[in-house]
Structure formats: structure tokens, C-alpha cells
């Protein structure tokens, strides 16, 4: 499965992104789809992700409320609104998936196919 992150720019505090994962190669409809970000001179975390079918959706507690996962099968994409952005969600934003992930969708070992990465840039 190929991952193709896309999206991403430089904001202002308050605005809003959409941020896209599409799929090429094999489709990942059958796969969770995690997100991840990784800010400069931190570690990558987990931020988001959602089950194969769309009924279970996991948000990391500094997003809630602010960051909507969604996909669209038909499309084989999945997507992560970004509303009320903030200066310190500025990172490197990441798609990942794989068929080990399962209920270990906080674990970045257990997503086997990466995206390369969108850039967020939230000024203050």
C-alpha cells in the first residue's frame, strides 16, 4: 500500500485544514488508518485514527474537539479536519496503516505502510 499525505500549509491560529491520506496499490479499506505528527526536536505522536468500517474513531487528548478523522471508501481516502489550529500543532503530519494494527493504533510499530509526511505550520 502506498500513502499519499497531502494538505498541509501554513495557517494562522484559528483557521482551519483538511489534511488527505489517499491510497495507491491496494486500498486500505480493510485496514485502521492512523495519523501522527512529529513537531521540530520532539518525538512523533499519535493523533488520530479510525477503523476499517468508520465506526470507531480515536483522538489523542490534545486534539479532541478540535480534529475530525473521517474516510471515504469509495475514494479509498481518509481524512483529518483541523479546525482552531493552534501554534503548537505545527509538525509533520503522517498517515500510516497496515493489517497488525488493530486495537494497538497508538503503537507506530504496528503501522506497516507510511505516508511521507505534510507540513502544518500554524502561526501565532
Known amino acids: 500500500v502506498q500513502l499519499q499525505a497531502s494538505g498541509g500549509g501554513l495557517v494562522q491560529a484559528g483557521d482551519s485544514l483538511r489534511l488527505s491520506c489517499a491510497a495507491a496499490g491496494r486500498t486500505f479499506t480493510n485496514y485502521r488508518v492512523g495519523w501522527f505528527r512529529q513537531a521540530p526536536g520532539k518525538e512523533r505522536e499519535f493523533v488520530s485514527a479510525i477503523s476499517r468500517s468508520g465506526g470507531e474513531i480515536n483522538v489523542a487528548d490534545s486534539v479532541r474537539g478540535r480534529f475530525t478523522i473521517s474516510r471515504d471508501s469509495a475514494k479509498n481516502t481518509v481524512y483529518l479536519q483541523m479546525n482552531y489550529l493552534k501554534p503548537e500543532d505545527t509538525a509533520v503530519y503522517y498517515c500510516?496503516?497496515?493489517?497488525?494494527?488493530?486495537?494497538?493504533?497508538?503503537?507506530?510499530?504496528?503501522?506497516?505502510?507510511w505516508g511521507q509526511g505534510t507540513q502544518v505550520t500554524v502561526s501565532s
Open positions: 500510516a496503516t497496515g493489517p497488525r494494527v488493530g486495537n494497538f493504533y497508538r503503537s507506530q510499530n504496528r503501522y506497516d505502510y
